[in-house]
Nanobody
Framework: QVQVVESGGGSVQAGGSLRLSCAASLYPTYSSNCMGWFRQAPGKEREGVAAIWTGAGSTYYADFAKGRFTISQDNAKNFVYLQMNSLEAEDTAMYFC?????????????????????WGQGTQVTVSS
């Protein structure tokens, strides 16, 4: 059974950085998948943060993430990372990794929950001001 596992969350002060990692076990190495990061703050809807198509490294970002967050990949290990810099209190949320195997990310849908099949349990990010 495919598992998606996130790690790297924690507590940081405003202006600080964190790097989240996501591993999708049982996906063939070097396979082309759409991998996304979502977040959900208390009382709010889950929203797309960034996505990457591991086939060509194409990336997609929510407006609030542009210039501060970077999504990257390690195809040999089936890992995807989210580097988050200049963190703000508003970035406090549970962050989820999502995966859609053998699927190319699309500009029109990468931020939709329905575009992904497999989900992790989430990792908490807390930013204090």
């Amino acid at each position: 059974q495919v598992q998606v596992v996130e790690s790297g969350g924690g507590s940081v002060q405003a202006g600080g950085s964190l790097r989240l990692s996501c591993a999708a076990s049982l996906y063939p190495t070097y396979s082309s998948n759409c991998m996304g990061w979502f977040r959900q703050a208390p009382g709010k809807e889950r929203e797309g943060v960034a996505a990457i198509w591991t086939g060509a490294g194409s990336t997609y970002y929510a407006d609030f993430a542009k210039g501060r967050f970077t999504i990257s990949q390690d195809n040999a290990k089936n890992f995807v990372y989210l580097q988050m810099n200049s963190l703000e209190a508003e970035d406090t949320a549970m962050y989820f990794c999502a995966a859609s195997p053998f699927t190319r990310c699309r500009l029109e849908t990468w931020y939709l929950r329905s575009a992904y099949r497999d989900w992790g349990q989430g990792t908490q990010v807390t930013v204090s001001s």
